[in-house]
């Protein structure tokens, strides 16, 4: 019997994971600067696909690719662990944020539990700008959810840029495409496909930092 295994596509017709070499060579059969790696397990590939498509293929691809995209499971919720937050403010909800060394510079974004606190997602750093990190954050909490099947959650961002972005399913950034850049656009190119391709019911709530205070997921920078 055949050993099972996972094809991840970063960059193809339609980024995704593939259960078969099949579906995988579709996406990218005369595709130009595919990228794509196969994997053994489906929690190995769910890593590799939320990660830099170049640290797993390409001549900077190292043997144990380190995990930039942390994908743990939403916590299981417990009423002791309640952080104290506004009272207009859901707590069934993750936070996400994006900070920047420079604007472009080195990127990075995460998401936080309301209720816990707990990191369920971080990625980077990479270089890139403060708005597209918190348009990223926000695609990347709207796939995890629906990757786990999680319907009862929202996601706060304080970025209106950002929002607006993911309604408009387009990143409208003026950053250039180039050698430094191009691992973030790859990134982008599969936020923007996947949003073209799925449906979702996640509400995306406006952040309101002057009533409010920062958001949970700030990295405390400023």
Request: glycine residues 8%; positive net charge.
């Amino acid at each position: 019997m055949a050993k099972e295994k996972f094809y991840v596509v970063w960059h193809g017709v339609e980024p995704g994971i593939y259960t078969n070499w099949k579906d995988c060579e579709k996406q990218v059969k005369g595709f130009d600067k595919a990228l794509y790696k196969s994997f053994g397990t489906k929690q190995e590939a769910e890593e590799a696909f939320y990660s830099s498509p170049y640290d797993y293929v390409g001549s900077k691809a190292t043997k144990a690719a380190p995990k930039k995209a942390v994908l743990s499971d939403v916590p299981t919720y417990r009423s002791d662990t309640v952080l104290p937050l506004p009272l207009e403010v859901t707590s069934n909800a993750i936070a996400v944020d994006a900070a920047c060394s420079g604007n472009p510079g080195a990127m990075e974004y995460r998401g936080v539990d309301l209720k816990t606190g707990a990191q369920i997602f971080h990625y980077g750093p990479v270089f890139g700008t403060n708005n597209i990190g918190e348009f990223l954050a926000i695609v990347h909490g709207l796939a995890l959810l629906k990757q786990k099947g999680i319907t009862n959650l929202s996601i706060y961002s304080d970025s209106r840029n950002a929002m607006s972005w993911v309604a408009q399913k387009k990143c409208k950034t003026k950053l250039e495409l180039n050698p430094k850049t191009e691992e973030l656009f790859d990134l982008i190119h599969r936020a923007e496909t996947w949003l073209k391709n799925n449906q979702y019911t996640t509400p995306i709530i406006k952040w309101e930092t002057e009533k409010w205070g920062e958001i949970p997921a700030d990295f405390g920078r400023k």
